[in-house]
Each structure stands twice: as C-alpha cells, then as structure tokens.
C-alpha cells in the first residue's frame, strides 16, 4: 500500500484530521489500512493515531458497543466473512482472497497438530504414564496458535506447544504434585539442575521417563535452532 493512502484522513498541515478521532469506522480502517504497508514504509504514525485513539473510545464509553463488536470480528475472521459479504461496497475478490487465505492458514494448523500428536506418541508419556499424565496437546497448541498465530510461525508454535504440554501446566508439574517421594523429588530436581541423565538412574521408571522426554525434546530443541541458525 502507497503511503499517499493516508494522505486522505491529513488536513493541509500533515497532521490526521481532527473529526476523525471520533469515527469509529474511520479509525478503524486507518488502522486496519497501516498493516497492509510493505517494509520499509513509515505508516506507524497512522497506527499509533488510530490505537490511540480507538482505545480512548473505549475507555470513555463512546461507541463502544461497536468498537468492541468491530474488533471481534476481526478475531473471527470465519465469521466476519458474512458480515463483510453484506456491506454494500464490499470487494468480492478481496473476500475470496481472505477465504482462501484462512483455508491455507487452517490447513497448516491440522497439519502441525498432526505432527504434534505423532510427537506425542512417540514420547510415550500419554499411554505409559496414563495414570497420572495429563494428554492434554491439543489445549496447549490451541494456547500457542493464539500466542503466535502467523503462518510463517510453525516451528515457534510447535516447541512452544511442546514446552507448555511437558513442563509449565502439565506432566513436570503432575511428578511434583501427585507422584514422587519428598527424597524422589529432590533427586528429580537435581537431574534438571545438573541436566544429567546419569542422575535418575535410581529414580522409578516413570519419572525417568517424564524426565527422558524433556531432556530429548530440549535437546532436539537446541539441535534444530542451531541447525537453522547455520551452525553445525
């Protein structure tokens, strides 16, 4: 998008019309417009007007039954594509577009999910720890889709994915909370510290295994960054 674009919403000094602070539609395609910019172009004047000014709306209770309603949609792009086919000056071919373009997003997704799951599986902590592991992936690469939804993004989503399901809300977390022995624990504990695999040796199969699978995953993890990274 060229910048003379924004021109369109300048008075004769450069500065953003003053009327336009309150048209809340008029904001709203400011804003929306300052992300279709190529690299390069300096439109984050028109992005911070714009926020800033759609927030302000917010705050004070101006319109904001449809700022609100209007920002939805855009989180709900499924959605929005029949509220956006009924206005009357829409664009039929930019509609298509963004249909086709949320198809290939949502395509993507299902198949990181699958890889996700085959990952799972092969880990082994979802069948040989069912007794107190938690198969909870999915929820996790939900959590990380809305985190880093970019397409561009797929390996970010999948370690974070794997990060969440492995560690910060589930299976470390289960040995910590319902499984091992105070002395177990502590011994647990050490391994990570140290990251030493020898350290577990005396520890139940269980948690040699919740343990194999963060220490493999982490390492496969580091392999990959610096494989991409040019570094062998």
Known sequence: MEIDVFESFKDEEGKFKVKISNDVQGLLSLYE???LSFEGETVWEAKAFSRTHLMNLMKEGIESTEVAEQLSETRCIRRYFDIYNKKEQHNPSLLELAKLDFNMVQSLYQKELQELSRWWEDIGIGSKLNHFARDRYV?????????IPEPEFTSCRQELTKAVQLITIHNVDDVYDTYGTLAELELFTEAFERWDVDVI?????DMILCFLAVYNTVNELDYNIFKEGGIK
């Open 201 to 205: 040796n005396t520890l139940p199969d």
């Open 139 to 147: 929820e996790s690469f939900f959590w990380s889709v809305g985190m």
């Open 33 to 35: 417009a300052s992300y």
